[in-house]
């Protein structure tokens, strides 16, 4: 293997241990969401579907490594864990606790977009073509998560000012 081969395949596997420990902070974040949401039903359901999607995700990440004879970082993975739950809880505190959720989600599923798209890149840049069906099923998914955060931003923040409006718990 060439230093330029060797260093593609680096790249690509700080890559992947990476996109893990982000997954992983994302099942942190949406478990903790949807044990809190009370008057946004369509939001947990939909984030109950993404977790789900989110854990397939990890062991498609996990596939990957063990493919090329890797594995994902227990350190990088706690951090995220700890992270997730510090953002949890400092939004759980806040008066608009459900549009700062909204907000959050929407740029983290724009950020795992980009490690996909690059993580794709990487991938066919260094021949590891069969990792690229997994990492753009995973990219369909984070698109198809963010359209949707995108699309409901508006219902959610007006469901929002109804219930506040209303005098009724309005920020979960």
């Not at 690509?12 to 990476?18: M, P, T």
């Not at 990440?61 to 594995?71: H, N, T």
């Not at 992270?83 to 700062?100: F, T, V």
Request: zero cysteines.
């Amino acid at each position: 293997m060439t230093n330029q081969d060797e260093a593609v395949r680096d790249v690509f596997l700080a890559g992947l241990r990476n996109a893990h420990a982000v997954e992983n902070e994302a099942v942190s974040l949406i478990s903790r969401q949807v044990e809190r949401l009370e008057n946004y039903p369509e939001a947990a359901q939909r984030l109950q579907q993404h977790l789900t999607e989110t854990e397939g995700q990890i062991s498609r990440l996990e596939a990957i490594l063990d493919s090329v004879g890797d594995s994902p970082s227990t350190f990088k993975d706690t951090a995220a864990k700890v992270m997730a739950n510090m953002a949890a809880m400092g939004h759980s505190m806040a008066g608009d606790e459900i549009l700062k959720n909204t907000f959050a989600n929407y740029a983290f599923e724009n950020y795992e977009i980009a490690s996909y798209k690059s993580l794709i890149t990487i991938a066919e840049a260094g021949g590891f073509s069969s990792a690229v069906p997994a990492l753009k099923q995973s990219l369909d998914e984070e698109m198809a998560m963010a359209d949707w955060l995108d699309k409901h931003i508006a219902g959610t923040t007006t469901r929002f000012l109804t219930l506040k409006q209303a005098g009724e718990q309005a920020n979960r």
